[in-house]
């Protein structure tokens, strides 16, 4: 059926119209879920989404040998380059013991701190300072016929980093290409699995929120609200319906827990130690 030729529409019903009732209180109902909209949506980003690193805000996305190959043979030919192997990235440390092991591998290069060194004249890296460090696996320059050259120094590197490479120019030209064959940043390490729908549900364990489990909400309680007296000593009364008159159950447990940790149930409230209050209102990760 043709759409009507017709230049402004009103007063007609939206597309999609819930009736207004408070049968339902789960938390987990919404206008997506009931319309499934939310489904149609968590498959538009499951399919089309790309992935990002929260820190660095770069694409995660995890390439091949080839595909990083053919990357840097599009690079304009005579274009000088280096491959490098990121070992240490801004961490402390002397790493004499590092340059041993890879002298011995056989590589004559690293790059340390964006400058370049022959295995045999490296400098003493002082411990107290961050420092970068790199293996030279490959210098080159883009030519015709290279590419198995390339794949073999590829794999290499991504075999002495980690899944990581890096590409950077010896002239001026400025070029810089991180690679990694893992579904990660490159730079920090932050992975995530392959993109699926279970990923943006917030009823599902893989997709919903570790703090608030997809409900949108943490509840907490107020311990202001919880004692309310400071005056009052716990066998007093100063938490309602823990106190020796009441409920002999919790009472008990706040005895075991006071002979176990060595503090006075018949003291005001106010004068416990903070870690004392904390043990009674949030408990303790030992056996007791």
Same mark, same amino acid.
């Given at each position: 059926?043709?759409?009507?030729d017709?230049?402004?529409?009103?007063?007609?019903?939206?597309?999609?119209s819930?009736?207004?009732?408070?049968?339902?209180?789960?938390?987990?109902?919404?206008v997506g879920?009931i319309?499934?909209i939310?489904?149609y949506?968590?498959l538009?980003?499951?399919?089309v989404?790309?992935?990002?690193?929260?820190?660095?805000?770069?694409?995660?996305?995890?390439?091949t040998v080839?595909q990083?190959?053919?990357?840097?043979?599009?690079?304009?030919?005579?274009?000088?380059?280096?491959l490098?192997?990121?070992?240490?990235?801004?961490r402390?440390?002397?790493y004499?013991?590092?340059?041993?092991?890879?002298a011995a591998?056989g590589?004559?290069?690293?790059?340390?701190?964006?400058?370049?060194?022959e295995?045999d004249?490296?400098?003493?890296?002082?411990?107290?300072?961050k420092?970068?460090?790199?293996?030279?696996?490959?210098?080159?320059?883009?030519r015709?016929g290279?590419?198995?050259r390339?794949?073999?120094?590829?794999?290499?590197?991504?075999r002495?980093?980690?899944?990581v490479a890096?590409?950077?120019?010896?002239?001026? &030209? =400025?070029?810089e290409?991180l690679?990694? $064959?893992k579904?990660? #940043?490159?730079?920090?390490?932050?992975s995530l699995i392959a !993109?699926?729908?279970?990923?943006?549900?917030?009823?599902n364990?893989?997709?919903?929120?570790?703090?608030?489990?997809g409900?949108?909400?943490?509840?907490?309680?107020?311990?202001?609200k919880i004692?309310?007296?400071p005056?009052?000593?716990? &066998? =007093?009364?100063?938490i309602?319906?823990? $106190?020796?008159?009441? #409920?002999?159950y919790?009472?008990?447990?706040?005895?075991a !827990?006071a002979?176990?940790?060595?503090?006075?149930?018949d003291r005001?409230?106010?004068?416990?130690?903070?870690?004392h209050?904390?043990?009674?209102l949030?408990?303790?990760?030992?056996?007791?």
């Open positions: 059926m043709p759409k009507p017709v230049d402004h529409i009103e007063g007609l019903s939206p597309a999609i819930i009736e207004q009732k408070t049968t339902s209180h789960n938390p987990r109902s919404t879920t319309t499934e939310h489904d949506l968590r538009l980003f499951a399919r989404g790309t992935p990002h690193c929260p820190e660095h805000n770069l694409p995660l996305d995890a390439q080839g990083m190959v053919d990357q840097v043979s599009n690079l304009p030919n005579g274009t000088k380059l280096m490098l192997a990121p070992m240490v990235t801004n402390k440390g002397g004499r013991a590092l340059f041993q092991e890879l591998e590589f004559p290069r690293v790059r340390i701190n964006n400058v370049v060194y295995m004249n490296i400098p003493e890296l002082k411990a107290g300072i420092h970068s460090i790199e293996v030279v696996v490959d210098r080159f320059r883009v015709p290279l590419r198995l390339l794949i073999e120094s590829f794999e290499t590197t991504l002495l980093a980690s899944g890096k590409v950077v120019a010896m002239d001026e &030209s =400025g070029i290409l690679f990694s $064959d579904f990660a #940043c490159p730079y920090c390490g932050y !993109l699926e729908p279970r990923l943006f549900s917030f009823n364990p893989a997709g919903a929120c570790p703090t608030c489990d409900l949108g909400v943490e509840q907490k309680f107020d311990p202001n004692v309310v007296d005056e009052l000593s716990l &066998s =007093g009364g100063a309602p319906g823990w $106190d020796v008159y009441h #409920c002999s919790y009472f008990q447990q706040l005895q !827990l002979a176990h940790y060595e503090f006075s149930l005001a409230w106010k004068q416990l130690s903070d870690k209050k904390e043990l009674v949030y408990g303790s990760d030992q056996t007791i």
